[in-house]
């Protein structure tokens, strides 16, 4: 019975919030020859993860607006060729374009368009009231711009 007091009496000089009974819980080594943790730092790992992914998604995206400005200035310039062909096709030819060759769109007197093989340095005398563009066919029959007149 004595040997119970003397368990009972113990009281433990080291204090409690010091001491655990799962020391592989603990974020430093629990006996002198235990491993060295050093504890990282947090912030400085995530800012520098954080940082590299904004660098690396900025860089997508800048890559990708490009892409897009491209695109619309393709778009944009089918579509010119579209309104052009339209304005050519609208006009009055008195023949057969062939591809790759050069004309000539003028407005006569009455407003309308004309296409012409002569261009506007080749007349003696112009005979149309405005030189709007020289042209070229292209393969899928629409038209390039090589020169603009003054008011097109």
Do not use: C
């Not at 030189?131 to 603009?148: G, I, P, Q």
């Amino acid at each position: 019975m004595s040997e119970k007091l003397e368990k009972e009496d113990f009281i433990n000089p080291i204090d409690p919030d010091k001491i655990t009974e799962n020391p592989s819980t603990l974020p430093y080594a629990h006996t002198v020859g235990g491993a060295v943790i050093k504890p990282t730092k947090q912030g400085v790992i995530r800012s520098r993860a954080l940082n590299a992914m904004e660098e690396q998604t900025d860089m997508q995206l800048r890559q990708i607006k490009q892409q897009i400005d491209l695109l619309a200035k393709q778009a944009k310039a089918i579509q010119d060729r579209k309104e052009l062909a339209a304005l050519i096709y609208g006009a009055q030819i008195q023949f057969k374009p062939e591809i790759n060759h050069i004309y000539h769109l003028y407005q006569n007197k009455e407003g309308e368009q004309v296409l012409s093989m002569i261009g506007p340095e080749e007349w003696a005398k112009p005979k149309f009231e405005k030189f709007l563009y020289t042209v070229k066919l292209l393969a899928d029959h629409t038209w390039e711009v090589l020169a603009k007149g003054e008011e097109a």
